[in-house]
Each structure stands twice: as structure tokens, then as C-alpha cells.
């Protein structure tokens, strides 16, 4: 049985706002020259079909789903017999900058591994939801499109790689071992890329990948982090030897890091706990 469901329009925008969200048992085809007025999102249940965007085309078989941006022209249609669809499109006033900031384009084509099931139940669990309309601000269901969003950004991959998850499973003893290591000024990118068998810049590209940064740029970012907890918790200790305690050499050295990536000096971010 089809199901769709629009949810009450909240008077106050949202950052993410749901438009519509549905199952359909048996996809139609639909040719849209000028595009959806919203983001659109579209994946297989069971079966499969054919998009076609932006010049490309891609199969949609089951675990797979395309993400079209509003006024992208698109066509889609069952292949081989039934097609069975989940759908959700929105909107919202952070909507055109958010999503891009996942990296995603006008276009973009998502697959996930067998056994992985949280993007599916998680469209699921939205449509039932929606389905109760107990929700009339919308600020439930922004939060679960939120949700689903991520879960595209972290269990689904855009290309032939691993989804971010499955990289993290990957470089996991080396992040593991550095939770443990972070305070041995001697580390270095040989060390951490022998922890995974790998060249240090195959190392850093992975780095790039998953957090933006390199991997020694991450070493340094723990150790803030680090600090960050011990400042307030460890009042009794100086400066120079949370410095010590966190893996830099000397007190100048972290005095001016911390600086830089906080904004302010260790001794002023610890004035901010004290009573």
C-alpha cells in the first residue's frame, strides 16, 4: 500500500524542514525536465529502476538511493519488473548550505554495504512518525531529517571507496593507539603509519579524507583535546606540566599551539571553570 504523508507547515523555518515523505510499492515513471522545487531524495526498497541526471545514469538497485538537488532535471523508472521506493524531500533555511557542506553535488548517487540497514529504518521510522502528525512545530522531524543526513554522510559511500565508517573501522588500531600514546613527544608519522602497515603519505591522504587533516595535525588536535579536559580538572597542576603531561616538549610550545587553535591561552580557558 502506498503511503504519504506532507507534515503541517511550522509558520517559523527551520533549518531542515520535511516536505514530504513516502513508500511507494510500485515506482511509476516520472520525468521531471525542470526538476523538484526541493531536495529530493530517492532510494530502492526493493527491485530496481533507473535515474537519469546531470547527464548520468545509475542503476538503482536495492541499498542504493540519489540525492537531487531542487531544479536538478531528472527522469527515473522501474527496471526488470517492480520497483519499490522510499522517498523524503525538504527544504529548510540552512537546507542549500548544509548539504553541500557534505560535499555532495547537484547529483549524487549513494550505496551501502548488505546488513546495513540504519539509512532504510531510519526513512521508516520517519514516515511513521510522520504518520501520527504529532508533530505540528517540525522540530522532531528536522531533527531526524538531520539524522538521516548523517547517516548518508557516514554509512553510505559516494563512490567506489568504503563508506566513512568502514575507513574508520580501518584506521581504528591507529586511533586506538594514539588515545594511549598521545603523551610520547617521540611520535612521529613513521610511527603511526606503521601501525597500519602503510606509507606515511598514504597515511596522510587517509587523514585528508576522513578529518580534513593530516595525520600529525591530528596528533596535535588530541593533545588540545587532552588539555582541554586536564586545565580545569587538574588545577594543581602548572601549565608547563600539562604541557608535559599531553606530549610537547615545552611549555612555549603549547602556550602558543593552544593559542592558535583555541583562541585564547591555557591559563584563560582554565579561568572559565573556576568558581
Do not use: C
Not at 6 to 33: K, S, Y
Not at 135 to 144: F, I, K, L, T, V
Amino acid at each position: 500500500m502506498m503511503r504519504r504523508v506532507v507534515p503541517a507547515f511550522p509558520l517559523e523555518p527551520l533549518p531542515l524542514q520535511l516536505e514530504t515523505i513516502g513508500f511507494n510499492p510500485d515506482q511509476e515513471t516520472l520525468d521531471r525536465p525542470d526538476g523538484y522545487p526541493y531536495f529530493h531524495w530517492l532510494h530502492t526498497i526493493y527491485g530496481e529502476g533507473e535515474l537519469q541526471a546531470n547527464g548520468q545514469t545509475w542503476r538503482m538497485i536495492e541499498r542504493s538511493g540519489v540525492l537531487l538537488a531542487p531544479g536538478t532535471p531528472h527522469r527515473y523508472e522501474a527496471r526488470n519488473g517492480l520497483w519499490q521506493t522510499g522517498y523524503i524531500t525538504f527544504h529548510g533555511s540552512m537546507a542549500a548550505s548544509f548539504v553541500p557542506s557534505f560535499g555532495w553535488s547537484g547529483a549524487e548517487h549513494f550505496q551501502w554495504e548488505a546488513g546495513n540497514d540504519r539509512i532504510s529504518n531510519q526513512l521508516n521510522d520517519m514516515l511513521t512518525f510522520a504518520e501520527t502528525g504529532s508533530d505540528p512545530s517540525g522540530w522532531q522531524s528536522s531533527a531526524e531529517l538531520y539524522q538521516f543526513l548523517t547517516l548518508l554522510r557516514t554509512d553510505a559511500r559516494t563512490d567506489n571507496r568504503p563508506s566513512m565508517s568502514k575507513r574508520l573501522e580501518r584506521n581504528q588500531i591507529l586511533l586506538e593507539w594514539l588515545e594511549k600514546e598521545f603523551a610520547n613527544p617521540e611520535i612521529g608519522l613513521a610511527d603511526m603509519a606503521a601501525q597500519l602497515g602503510i606509507g606515511e603519505r598514504q597515511l596522510n591522504e587517509r587523514f585528508r579524507e576522513l578529518f580534513g587533516q593530516t595525520a600529525y595535525s591530528y596528533l596535535i588536535q588530541l593533545r588540545i583535546r587532552k588539555a582541554k579536559e586536564w586545565l580545569p580538572s587538574r588545577p594543581d597542576w602548572t601549565v608547563r606540566r600539562i604541557a608535559e603531561a599531553v606530549g610537547f616538549r615545552d611549555a612555549s610550545h603549547f602556550v602558543s599551539t593552544f593559542r592558535q587553535k583555541e583562541g585564547m591561552t591555557p591559563e584563560t580557558y582554565r579561568k572559565l571553570y573556576r568558581p
